[in-house]
């Protein structure tokens, strides 16, 4: 059987640029490269030699969906750096802007990103048509999202409120009473997401991945807690760097993350959900439950479903946090630089965010080590497809690139770092 090549001209609905390259020999898969192409952002560069204040203003920039995750490791890695405790109504208003961008990526990505693949849809428009009230909820939803970051962040978008020690300013009690009433509804929506997104129909894949997540004594985690996995992980964050390696692959300019001397493994809603089933909201639980998902779901088209579980407990974790919140005293404590190193990862919607700064006496940025989700499961996407290929190799050529296709956008992969599905190569050989 002669080579073959089959060209997808874009993969819809994700950004970047990429590409997968599929070897057939004998009617089995050889081979399966993704080809990631990260071009060069320097934002780690960038950071060098500015003052330590700059870093959650400057890490915003990384992503328009997910800025407050980055603003997020930024300050807490540099108050752990100078060993600075913030007081509970900081802490709880830092976990109410987290959840405002959960909603909104999670609803992004579940209906205008991801449901069209189970729709029958090429894109959003196209599901616009055919399901207007689904894409209506979707809005709304989202929307809501966008008013807790604007109102806490200080804008939609790159957030201009958030600072090392706190925040510029802090909403009034009755400011964010004007929320309630939208994430009441918002939750009631997010519920009747979790049945729709149950409802549609799932190729069938069950990976045995060595799942990675933040846990947290009390919470589902967002803001901190300890590293574990399912086999056994359990270290501070200040030991990242320890267990987890980040390696150049010759067919890639994206980094591949593994666990050092394990191999790879796999961040975000599935991970979070399979260890911190019990930290859920309980209305989320019971939504998971009635959706048929049990309390560990390996199957990553599902992921889906799993993130409505998840903006549900963000919806329910925000009517929370505003119904107990008390205005700090001050919106931020005082700041008094000196030479050190801090860690820290907070869960972006997509997975664990890893920062690491070493800083002067002065504040200034020696140098900044930044790890996204997207970078850690890339390895593991990669091998995620080779397994969809492999099952589906009797599939007409357009169809199997496809699902290949469908198979990357489960992982909703960061739309600024990585990756968009240029083209899919696959080599049929004797």
């Known amino acids: 059987m002669s080579a073959k ?8 609905r994700v950004e ?12 089995q898969v050889a081979d399966v490269k993704l080809n990631i192409f990260e071009p060069p952002r320097y934002f780690e560069a960038l950071l060098r030699g500015r003052d330590f204040s700059e870093a959650p203003d400057i890490t915003a920039r990384i992503c328009g969906i997910c800025p407050v995750a980055y603003q997020m490791s930024a300050v807490h890695a540099m108050e752990r750096a100078f060993d600075i405790a913030v007081p509970p109504p900081i802490r709880a208003l830092r976990r109410l802007l987290y959840c405002g961008e959960w909603i909104e990526s999670h609803v992004l990505h579940i209906y205008l990103l991801h449901a069209p693949d189970y729709l029958g849809c090429q894109d959003a428009l196209q599901v616009a048509r055919t399901h207007p009230d689904v894409v209506r909820r979707a809005l709304r939803l989202k929307k809501i999202g966008n008013q807790i970051v604007s109102l806490v962040g200080g804008r939609e978008i790159h957030p201009i409120n958030v600072r090392v020690g706190g ?4 909403p009034t009690p009755g400011e964010l009473q004007t929320l309630v009433e939208p994430l009441q509804w918002a939750a009631d929506a997010a519920a009747e997401t ?53 390696e150049h692959v010759p067919h890639s300019t994206a980094l591949h993350s593994t666990v050092r001397k394990r191999g790879t493994y796999l ?15 309980p209305r989320a639980q019971e939504e998971a439950r009635r959706a048929g998902l049990g309390e560990v779901c390996r199957n990553p088209f599902q992921s889906i479903v799993v993130r409505a579980v998840e903006t549900l407990h963000a919806c329910e974790e925000a009517l929370r946090l505003i119904r107990e919140y008390e205005p700090p005293d001050a919106p931020a404590v005082e700041v008094h630089p000196c030479a050190g190193t801090g860690h820290a990862a907070t869960e972006a919607p997509r997975g664990i965010l890893y920062h690491r700064y070493r800083v002067d006496q002065r504040g200034s940025i020696l140098s900044a080590l930044i790890v996204p989700p997207t970078a850690q499961n890339q390895k593991q996407i990669e091998m995620d497809v080779r397994e969809v290929v492999e099952r589906n190799l009797g ?7 496809w699902l290949c296709e469908q198979a990357v956008r489960c992982y909703d992969p960061c739309i600024s770092c990585s990756t968009h599905f240029l083209r899919l190569h696959v080599d049929r050989q004797p």
């Open 5 to 12: 090549s089959i060209r997808v001209s874009c993969l819809a």
């Open 267 to 281: 961040v975000g809603p599935l991970a979070r959900y399979a260890l911190n089933f019990d930290r859920l909201a």
């Open 194 to 246: 979790v049945r729709f997104t149950a409802s549609l129909p799932m190729p069938d894949l069950e990976v045995d991945y060595e799942f990675v997540t933040l846990r947290h004594p009390d919470e589902y985690p967002m803001n901190e807690g300890r590293i574990i996995s399912n086999r056994g992980l359990h270290i501070s964050v200040t030991e990242y760097e320890s267990h987890f390696a980040e």
């Open 167 to 170: 925040f510029h300013r802090a």
């Open 395 to 401: 599939l007409p050529e357009p169809d199997l690139a």
């Open 16 to 27: 970047g640029e990429g590409g997968l390259h599929v070897k057939v020999r004998g009617g």
